[in-house]
C-alpha cells in the first residue's frame, strides 16, 4: 500500500509564489518518475512538470521559466516552486508517482488527491 499526500497550495496575488509539496509513504521499493498536473475548472487535467529519478526534468510550454520542479529521494518528497503566479495558473494541483513496490518490485503510479491553487488578479 502506497500513499501519496500533497500540500502547499493556497490563494495567492497574480505575481506571487507558492510552493507545493508531495510526499509518498508504505510499502516504497523506490520511486522512479515523479510529476505534477493540474486541473482547471472545465477543463482536462494537464501535466505541468515532470521529474526523472536522475534529476532530468520536463515542462509544459505555460510554465517554463516560472516553476522549478525539484525532488527529495531520500524523503519520498516532490517540490513544486510556482514563482511569477497567474489567474491562468488557478486549480487543483494533482501529484503523481511511480512507485516500486516493496515486496513485489513491481512499478504502478499513484495519484495524491491535490490541493487547490487559487490566483487572484
Known amino acids: 500500500q502506497v500513499q501519496v499526500v500533497e500540500s502547499g497550495g493556497g490563494l495567492v496575488q497574480a505575481g506571487g509564489s507558492l510552493r507545493l509539496s508531495c510526499a509518498a509513504s508504505g510499502r516504497i521499493f523506490s520511486i522512479n518518475d515523479m510529476g505534477w498536473y493540474r486541473q482547471a475548472p472545465g477543463k482536462q487535467r494537464e501535466r505541468v512538470a515532470a521529474?526523472?529519478?536522475?534529476?532530468?526534468?520536463n515542462y509544459a510550454d505555460s510554465v517554463k521559466g516560472r516553476f522549478t520542479i525539484s525532488r527529495d529521494n531520500a524523503k519520498n518528497t516532490v517540490y513544486l516552486q510556482m514563482n511569477s503566479l497567474k489567474p491562468e495558473d488557478t486549480g487543483v494541483y494533482y501529484c503523481?508517482?511511480?512507485?516500486?513496490?516493496?515486496?513485489?518490485?513491481?512499478?504502478?503510479?499513484?495519484w495524491g488527491r491535490g490541493t487547490q491553487v487559487t490566483v487572484s488578479s
Open positions: 503523481r508517482q511511480w512507485v516500486v513496490d516493496a515486496a513485489t518490485h513491481v512499478e504502478d503510479d499513484y
Open positions: 521529474i526523472e529519478r536522475g534529476g532530468r526534468t
